[in-house]
Structures are given as C-alpha cells and as structure tokens.
C-alpha cells in the first residue's frame, strides 16, 4: 500500500521547487589512467603503434569469408568469448573485402562492397562484443592488410 503524502510535504516540496536557484556543474572526479591516450578505439598509443607496423602477434585468427552476415555475426562473437576465456588479448579477423561491385542493373538492387568487412567494426561496439573487445585496429598487410582486423580483447574477469 502506497503511503499518503501529507500537506505539509506538499508545501515544502512546492516551496523548495519554486524557488530559484543556479545549477551546480558536477564533475566527477576520476584518476587519468596512466599510458593511454586520448583515441576512440580504447588502446594505448603504444599499442596501436605496434599494430600499425605489424609488430604484434595475434594469438588467435578467424576466418569469416563465405559466411552470412548473420552466420558471422554468431561464429565472431563465440570466437572473441572463448578467445578472451582463454586469456588471448590480439584476435585477427579477416572479413575479406568484398566482391567487386557488379555495374549491371538499377542501384538500389545491388549488394554492398564488402558487407563484413563494414558490419564488423560496426559490430564491436554492441554491448556484447564491447564487453570483450577494448578496440580494434586495421591489420598490416603480413595479416591481411584492408581484409582483415585486430580485435585487441579486454583481460578476462
């Protein structure tokens, strides 16, 4: 049972509603976290700096060429879950890139250049491939170049 709110509180809520007073801007205090720097994907600019130049080993790799989108999608999320379960930091997916477009007929009707190459960054910011992977970064070409992706996954936890 709902409990009655009295006249009284009424008044007071009403008073303290009605009168005007500046807003205060809370900031919330937090510790700068030591080596990273300010980039989107969330990886620290000597790693990127190391997958940029292909100086990284990844310690698992999947290959989604041929799948369906909605095939792919499954096969990389289970892939980057047991990859983090087994405490694997650097995943490289290659998504391949595309067939070339086919020219003939009206635009709307032709499909995409590279679906999974798009879809996949796209992918890694839903909620839960965000709670395995940190970022993700272009491969160099000894990986797999425009075709393929490091995934850079959070320590299992």
Known sequence: MKRRIT?????LFKAHIDEPRPLKAVVPKTKPRKNLSANANGLDGNTKEKLKRGQLQPAARIDL????EA?????LLSFLAGAQ???IRLALVV???GNPRAEDGAEWMRAPHGVLKQMVPRWLNEKEFA???IGAAPAH???GGNGALYVYLRKKG
Do not use: N, S
């Not at 006249?7 to 008044?11: A, L, S, V």
């Not at 095939?71 to 096969?75: M, V």
């Open 7 to 11: 006249e009284e509180e009424r008044k």
């Open 65 to 68: 060429h041929g799948m369906t």
């Open 71 to 75: 095939a792919a999608h499954g096969a």
């Open 85 to 87: 379960a087994r405490g």
């Open 95 to 97: 998504t391949g890139v």
């Open 131 to 133: 709670a395995l992977a």
């Open 141 to 143: 070409r000894r990986h």
